[in-house]
């Protein structure tokens, strides 16, 4: 029999590849706009190594440490590499850290909305859920979350910058949340977005891991770097979690070409850094244009927005007639939209006008 705690679980509705959705609705042009990928593809680097890769190796198995991707992170980011855990895509880590430190009848604490895999493998694990409202401002409500933390409690979530509201938290407010949270509470940083964050220089939770044990940073390289296909994302960790981590896990589940992939992309920073700078630009075109035509949207900080349009789905639909997917149903006529190349961006924002003027 299926375990109690899964049976009431529905399963997570992945995209529709786009060549699908494409020949369901007859167009000739789409452009997902819906999953926060890399509109502008990743580095070109990225092929090249790929190309140059040895397959008579493809009978043998990866390295299960990933050695190669492990130093060069390590070495840019200052770590001690035994910090690192590697995951098949953040997803992996998110089940990893849930299946390692929940137990039933725990509780994990987030803010609301927030990512759903956090809640759904803390119910994989029969975890309770205490989700805190984020503010009006759509920010995550630091005090609420600390008044929430119970004797039960394992985990927090912090999504910064959080999906799906785009909404960023400052280091200095993270960092005294981190000291009114008790040692033995897991604080984890997803910061799956945070290369895109232009409102502080220096953003990154990991500057506080040396002062809190506790704390836990996730990287992943499905989003700036435009990986989301080779599926690589990342913990880092205290060194005794960090052992713990390495035992629940798979042992090879990285591919090597996941790996070639992710360290020719990380060592071409040239092109992140473009990406990263158009985004911005194209993020203060959006958010211009949405308080010109009186649309209440949150403060973005990531590549995409999130936005109250009375009639949502219809906008959606209208837009999906037009080549554009947009992602629906994370809240009550609320849209989030990735932010795409410039010419896509001003196509949609001139749709939503439209709509807006009936
Ligand atoms: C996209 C996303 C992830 C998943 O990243 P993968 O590495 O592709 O699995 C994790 N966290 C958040 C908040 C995301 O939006």
């Known amino acids: 029999m299926v375990k109690q705690a899964i049976s009431k679980l529905t399963a997570y509705t992945p995209e529709l590849t786009l060549a699908e959705l494409k020949q369901q609705r007859g167009l000739d042009k789409l452009v997902r706009l819906s999953a926060n990928e890399n509109a502008f593809g990743t580095s070109p680097k990225v092929g090249e ?45 998110i089940q990893l850290l849930s299946r390692t430190l929940l137990a039933p009848d725990d509780e994990v604490v987030l803010t609301r909305p927030t990512f759903s895999e956090y809640a759904l493998h803390a119910a994989i694990e029969g975890a309770k859920l205490v989700d805190v409202p984020a503010t009006d401002a759509g920010e995550t409500d630091l005090d609420a979350l600390a008044a929430a933390v119970t004797d039960k409690t394992q985990m927090i979530w912090l999504c910064n910058p959080n999906n799906p509201t785009s909404t960023y938290t400052m280091r200095d407010a993270i960092e005294a949340f981190l000291a009114k949270v008790p040692e033995r509470v897991t604080v984890v940083v997803d910061e799956a977005y945070i290369d895109f964050v232009t409102a502080e220089a220096n953003p990154s939770a990991l500057a506080l891991m040396s002062k809190f044990s506790n704390l836990v940073v996730l990287r992943t390289f499905s989003k700036a770097y435009g990986l989301a296909n080779f599926r690589v994302g990342y913990a880092v960790v205290a060194p005794a979690l960090a052992s713990t981590l390495q035992t629940v896990r798979l042992p090879y589940n990285l591919s090597s070409f996941a790996e070639i992939a992710a360290e020719a992309a990380y060592k071409d920073q040239g092109f992140v850094d473009q990406v990263v700078q158009t985004i911005a630009a194209e993020r203060e075109k959006w958010t211009a ?59 949609v924002q001139q749709i939503v006008s439209e709509f807006l003027q009936k």
Do not use: C, H
């Open 49 to 93: 190594a790929l190309r140059a890769w040895n397959f008579t190796d493809a009978n043998r198995y990866p390295d299960s440490n990933v050695n190669g991707l492990r130093q060069l992170i390590a070495a840019r980011l200052n770590i001690d590499p035994a910090t690192l855990v590697f995951g098949d895509g953040l997803d992996e880590i």
């Open 289 to 347: 244009f949405l308080t010109e035509q009186d649309v209440t949207f949150y403060e973005p900080q990531a590549n995409f927005i999130f936005m109250r349009i009375e009639g949502a789905a219809d906008l959606a639909e209208k837009l999906l007639q037009n080549g554009y997917l947009v992602r629906t149903g994370l809240g009550d006529e609320w849209l989030r939209i990735s932010i795409g190349k410039p010419e896509d961006n001003q196509a």
